[in-house]
Every structure is written in C-alpha cells, then in structure tokens.
C-alpha cells in the first residue's frame, strides 16, 4: 500500500502532471453541482408550493422525471445520448459543451440534486408556522418580502438536516463520474487496480478518503445545525 501511495498519491488527491485528478475533481464535481443545484431549487421550490397550477405541475414534473429515474441513467442520457442528437452535432456551443464528460456529469450531477432539494425546500416550506405567515400579512408585508424575510429563512432552517444528507448522497454519486471517463477519485482507483492488480487497496484508499470527506461535511453541517437550529433543541428543565 505505501508504494501504491508513493506512486499514485498525488494523482488521488490533486494532479497527475498534466490534469488535475481525484480528489480535486471529486470536490469541484461535488461543489459546482451542489451550488448551482441549490440556487436553482430555491425558485424552484417557491414555484412548488405556488397555487398556480401552470406553474406548479413543470416543476413537479420535472422533480417526478429525476427523482424517479436512476442518476446512472441520466448521466448516460447526457454523456452518450445528446451527442448523437443532430442538433446537438449542428450547433457549435452545444456540440463543444456535450463532447465534454466533465460538462455532462455535472449538468447530470445538477439537475439530479436540484430535482432532490427542490422536494426538501418545498416540503419545508409547507412547515412554516402558519402564524407566522399571519402575523407578517398582519404587517402588511408584500409577497416578497413575506417570502424573503419569513418563509424562506424559516424554511431554510427546517430543511438543514434533510439536505446535509442530500449533500453527503451527492459525494457519493460523484463517484459515477468515472461512466463518463472524468478522472475522479474511482477513475484514478481503477486505473491504480488495473496497473497494480491490487484492489483491496486501490479501492480501500478511495474509500477512505470518500470518508474523510463525508467526515468533514457531516462536521460543518453540525455546527450549522448549531448555530441555526439551536431554537429547536429540547431545554433542559435545570
């Protein structure tokens, strides 16, 4: 196991001299995917809960579509299908953008956790004390600012634990990564068992390291949960 480190820890935690590799792209799959999947459920969630209907039924629809189909899938829909769409060929911004397998896993890895998060925020949304939405229309606040100033704060708060969880599910379907030849922490462990024949230890190190990262986010979103949630925990009589 130490010369397979010594050989191949660099490219399992940052590069291999020319690309970056493993942990890295592990990391920025996991971040870009998770950020822009958590700015888009916002909206998305507001429209969720929204009592017009032709706004209501797309986004379930779409929620329904990548909730119920396997994020393997969709990442082969992606990856191997939109390439050999003649549009998609035809059109050079497409064309460029779907030749990319780091492009297609995190467009997957995106809408596959924004369809997750959207249910989660719209679900606590729904949660939010209805007295509380009174009393603001008590205030004469607008839609807006009920929404910015009540709702989504609340709801926001309510929603940490269940998307902490969606967080460390989505580390983990970065390991899929490999499907589309993107050199992640499992790409470069397949390659460390296919040169070394070594696959307790080239896949018991990507495990740990998949670990030591669950690890840390289970750590910060704990103290996130602390610090936002503390008006929920149980007091103590004394």
């Known amino acids: 196991m130490i010369e397979i480190l010594q050989q191949y820890g660099m490219s399992l935690l940052y590069s291999d001299g020319y690309r970056f590799t493993g942990l890295a792209i592990t990391l920025w799959l996991l971040i870009s995917s998770v950020v822009i999947g958590g700015l888009l459920a916002v909206p998305m969630a507001v429209g969720r809960v929204s009592s017009n209907k032709f706004l209501r039924y797309p986004i379930w629809l779409y929620t329904y579509i990548f909730r119920g189909t396997p994020l393997y899938v969709q990442l082969l829909v992606f990856y191997s299908g939109m390439y050999s769409l003649e549009i998609v060929r035809g059109t050079d911004f497409l064309n460029a953008f779907f030749r990319s397998g780091l492009n297609c896993t995190i467009l997957a890895l995106t809408l596959n956790t924004c369809a997750?998060?959207?249910?989660?925020?719209?679900?606590?949304?729904?949660?939010?004390?209805?007295?509380?939405?009174?009393?603001?229309?008590?205030?004469?606040?607008?839609?807006?600012?009920?929404y910015t100033c009540i709702i989504l704060p609340s709801a926001l708060r309510t929603a940490l634990p269940a998307y902490?969880?969606?967080?460390?599910?989505?580390?983990?379907?970065?390991?899929?990564?490999?499907?589309?030849?993107?050199?992640?922490?499992?790409?470069?462990?397949?390659?460390?068992?296919?040169?070394?024949?070594?696959?307790?230890?080239?896949?018991?190190?990507?495990?740990?390291?998949?670990?030591?990262?669950?690890?840390?986010?289970?750590?910060?979103?704990?103290?996130?949960?602390?610090?936002?949630?503390?008006?929920?925990?149980?007091?103590s009589s004394h």
């Open 116 to 146: 997750y998060t959207t249910e989660i925020f719209a679900g606590a949304i729904r949660s939010v004390p209805h007295g509380e939405i009174e009393a603001a229309n008590a205030y004469g606040f607008s839609r807006f600012k009920l």
């Open 164 to 235: 902490s969880n969606e967080v460390i599910l989505m580390l983990h379907s970065t390991a899929l990564a490999f499907t589309a030849t993107v050199p992640d922490v499992l790409k470069i462990a397949r390659d460390i068992n296919s040169a070394t024949y070594q696959p307790f230890y080239a896949f018991g190190i990507a495990a740990v390291i998949y670990l030591c990262v669950s690890f840390v986010l289970i750590g910060l979103f704990r103290k996130a949960e602390k610090r936002w949630l503390a008006h929920v925990k149980p007091q």
